[in-house]
Each structure stands twice: as C-alpha cells, then as structure tokens.
C-alpha cells in the first residue's frame, strides 16, 4: 500500500515544464547529494517544532537545522514564489503532515505572508486502519522503526500523528481544505494521479502516466488501526498575487 506522495512528486517532477505551459509551477529542492526533487521535505522542516523527530531527524541530521538556514530557505522560497510568472504554484511534502501547533502555524503563515493570494490546502487520506499499518511499514523501510518506538507521546508513530480532526484543523486555517480519498480515487481513475490532477485544474484525461509506485508492503506490521494524510501545497495566484494549495 501506499499514501501516493512518491506518485505525485513523480508526476509533478516528471512534468515541470509542461505543468509550466500549463500556468502551474512546482517548487522543486535540491535533496541529497544534489539531486533535485519535487518534494519539500527542507522546506517543511524549516516550520516543524525542533523537539519532534521525523524519521528525516532520526536518519540524518541535516533535518535539524539552525535559524538561520532555516531563514535561508524560507527567503529561498519566497523569492522563487514572487518570481514565478504562473497562477498556481504547488508545492508538496509529506512532512506538512508533522504540523499541528499554533507556533507551528504562526511560523508558516509569516513564511506565506504577502506572497499568495490564497491557500488551499490539499490532504489525501486513507481509512484509519489502512494509514496506521501502512506508516508502520513505512517506518520499517526507512530504517527508524526503533527509535520511534522509544521516542514516546511525540513519536511520529504515536496517537497524535493518526488524530485526522487535529490534521484539518490546522490545514483549514490556511483557507478552503480539500480532500482526496486515496480509495477512491484508485478505484475511479486506477491510480491517484488524476484525481491530484483534476484539484490542480488540469484537464489532462488519460494521461495520469505509470505512477503507481514506491508500494508499500503491511501485509506483516499486524493489526490495522490509523489514518493517512499528507498535506499537499498548491499555491494560486489571481491579479498578480498567488495562494496555496497546501
């Protein structure tokens, strides 16, 4: 099973500059060893309370960064979102699901202050039992499965992490949530791509392209208990000015 974050960053990587004909521009970072992704996990971790460890903070260290790089890539951010010439901008990560305070909230919105014009915030979810295996696997296949288990109430494989009420919560602050049900989107389409597509305003039918991957195996991690969700950023731009689409 999956969550579809690797299918979407895929696809919107995959299609930068034909996103870019089409009025959409997708902010892409620089991840390891230089190599460039559509997925702003650097980005996120800049707003994601320094006490939580993300399987990112857990595996590697640079997740854990000082203010000041964290400035930097916020300005980065910024300065890309203000010069782009498209109406929509998207910007993606499963990391924006680790929010939940209202520090964490004030610090995302200075970061977005006068650069969108609206923010609309995008969550793609499973059933509660189907997200709880599945992020155990996950955790499994990252290698940090220890020591999340020994990182207590703010473990990222805690009860919090699966409260999909504190999830929209503080999405729907940022402006008109929307959601995608993984389920069913598969079930229509066959895959999750064209239901992203569809939120986005592309009109691209039958082209949702072979992004059924990074699959992952629960058919060991036990009894199903949680709930998937992994905020999505689309940033719309009207009269000069853009929004988001998180």
Not at 180 to 186: K, P
Not at 237 to 245: E, F, H, T, V
């Amino acid at each position: 099973h999956k969550t579809g974050t690797t299918s979407i960053q895929e696809f919107l990587f995959d299609n930068v500059k034909r996103l870019q004909g089409a009025g959409i521009s997708v902010y892409v970072e620089s991840g390891g060893k230089g190599v460039e992704r559509s997925n702003a996990w650097a980005l996120a971790h800049c707003f994601i309370r320094s006490e939580l460890r993300t399987p990112m903070r857990v595996s590697r260290n640079s997740a854990l960064i000082d203010d000041a790089e964290k400035e930097e890539r916020i300005e980065r951010f910024r300065a890309w979102a203000i010069e782009v010439e498209t109406d929509v901008c998207v910007l993606s990560s499963e990391s924006f699901s680790f929010l939940r305070t209202d520090i964490e909230a004030r610090a995302l919105a200075t970061a977005l202050d006068g650069v969108f014009d609206q923010i609309i915030p995008v969550l793609v979810y499973r059933s509660a039992d189907e997200r709880r295996a599945w992020w155990s696997a996950q955790l499994v296949k990252m290698g940090v499965d220890d020591a999340m288990e020994k990182e207590g109430a703010e473990s990222i494989a805690g009860d919090w992490y699966f409260n999909w009420a504190s999830l929209t919560t503080f999405w729907a602050q940022f402006g008109g949530l929307v959601t995608i049900d993984y389920r069913e989107a598969v079930k229509q389409f066959g895959l999750i791509v064209p239901a992203f597509q569809k939120e986005i305003g592309l009109d691209w039918e039958g082209e949702g392209g072979d992004y059924f991957i990074n699959v992952t195996d629960v058919r060991h991690t036990g009894g199903l208990t949680g709930l998937m969700r992994k905020p999505l950023q689309l940033f719309r731009r009207r009269a000069g000015l853009r929004s988001l689409l998180s």
